[in-house]
């Protein structure tokens, strides 16, 4: 599946929700699902600056993919970074560098999330879209 038909799914999904809280409780179910990030990860090298809360994102690139894991301290965080790793991780990054973070903006988040968090995604956007960069000569 393609970047842009995630977000399309994604987009779908939160609109079986009319409330803005029910959306944000759904961003919060799927950060409930995150897989944990290893310990060795909870390091400041992989802290995203810029964040309000305790936020951690590993990328690595394998056979032309990239791959995300992260880890936050708030459930909330937990759900944004779970979106931002279901749309770009395992894929390749030719295809990350094609899409435009103003992409994410048919989703809605600006609408749920304070400003402060959109500052974190932001922040996590940035560090995706550099390592695709500097991933993207390495197979």
Same mark, same amino acid.
């Given at each position: ?48 600056? @810029? ?20 880890? @936050? ?46 500052? @974190? ?19």
């Amino acid at each position: 599946m393609k970047i842009k038909q995630e977000i399309k799914d994604l987009v779908s999904e939160f609109e079986m929700f009319d409330d803005i809280m029910d959306r944000y409780e759904y961003i919060i179910e799927l950060g409930k699902a995150l897989k944990p990030l290893e310990l060795r990860y909870k390091t400041e090298i992989y802290r995203v600056q @810029g964040c309000q809360s305790l936020l951690w994102l590993h990328a690595y690139v394998k056979n032309g993919k990239l791959y995300l894991n992260a880890d @936050g301290d708030a459930l909330i965080v937990r759900g944004l970074v779970g979106i931002l790793i279901r749309i770009y991780s395992t894929r390749d990054i030719d295809d990350i560098l094609e899409t435009k973070i103003s992409d994410l903006e048919v989703l809605g988040l600006s609408e749920i999330i304070s400003s402060g968090r959109q500052n @974190g995604i932001a922040s996590m956007l940035k560090i995706i879209y550099e390592s695709a960069k500097d991933f993207k000569n390495v197979k």
